[in-house]
């Protein structure tokens, strides 16, 4: 189960004791800034040798770090998921509503992160990160995944131009992630995610799911839907990262 240490500004997960992981609150401060992702790891006495930073487009697109990048930050460009075996090398992705997935493979030494928004979901990212994982030597049914604070289906209502393209891709799931909400549709992106693992061969027992909404709990999560217009000087956004 999700364990909170309010003192550590994080939330983490049983499944990765052999990590280093976890998804960070609102009272770590805004993730968007370089700078105060290196503080958080300083303060928590976490010294990794680089940080991987994804530069996020909401696509499928899954990146491996380099080796023998010369510097503490590697940024990734135009990836929302990154893999790698490389020990020291802190995966990190940021979010403030989308789904935060945190992957490792503790019998393979693999371990990746991904973005999982409406369009990284829909076009099936969590199959995506499981093949490049694979690809790297590990097996679907010893991958851990942790999925982190996201919207939650009380919050996020889609229209229904973006239900019938959620339908083409992804009507097996109809009724387990779709609600009539009026004349459209909540929508719960974090069962979708743990639905596709399943499909995709991670073990039910492998899975973790954190069960709040960041848009209802303002106390502890940024909110895209509920900050970004109309509270523009309250946004932020949080992170979720592993390292081996």
């Not at 023998?68 to 590697?74: N, Q, R």
Request: hydrophobic fraction near 40%; glycine fraction near 8%.
């Amino acid at each position: 189960m999700f364990q909170h240490y309010p003192d550590q500004n994080t939330i983490s997960s049983s499944l990765f004791s052999l990590c280093t992981s976890g998804f960070t609150t609102r009272e770590a401060g805004d993730m968007r800034k370089i700078q105060i992702i290196k503080d958080f790891f300083q303060m928590g006495d976490i010294a990794p040798p680089k940080i991987v930073i994804l530069e996020q487009i909401h696509s499928i697109n899954v990146a491996t770090p380099d080796p023998l990048h010369l510097g503490d930050v590697e940024i990734l460009e135009e990836a929302d998921g990154v893999v790698t075996k490389e020990k020291g090398a802190l995966l990190v992705v940021r979010v403030a509503d989308c789904v935060p997935i945190l992957f490792f493979d503790p019998v393979a030494g693999v371990i990746g992160a991904s973005h999982n928004g409406w369009r990284g979901s829909v076009k099936n990212m969590m199959k995506t990160m499981i093949a490049k994982m694979e690809a790297l030597g590990s097996h679907a049914v010893n991958i851990r995944i942790a999925l982190g604070p996201a919207i939650g289906e009380c919050c996020y209502t889609v229209d229904t131009d973006r239900y019938i393209l959620f339908m083409e891709e992804m009507e097996r799931f109809e009724k387990l992630i779709f609600r009539p909400y009026g004349g459209a549709f909540r929508l719960n992106l974090t069962r979708l995610n743990y639905e596709l693992a399943i499909e995709n061969g991670i073990q039910k027992s492998h899975i973790e799911v954190f069960p709040f909404c960041t848009s209802c709990d303002s106390d502890r999560f940024f909110s895209y839907r509920r900050q970004y217009k109309k509270h523009p000087e309250q946004f932020g956004e949080m992170m979720g990262y592993v390292m081996m």
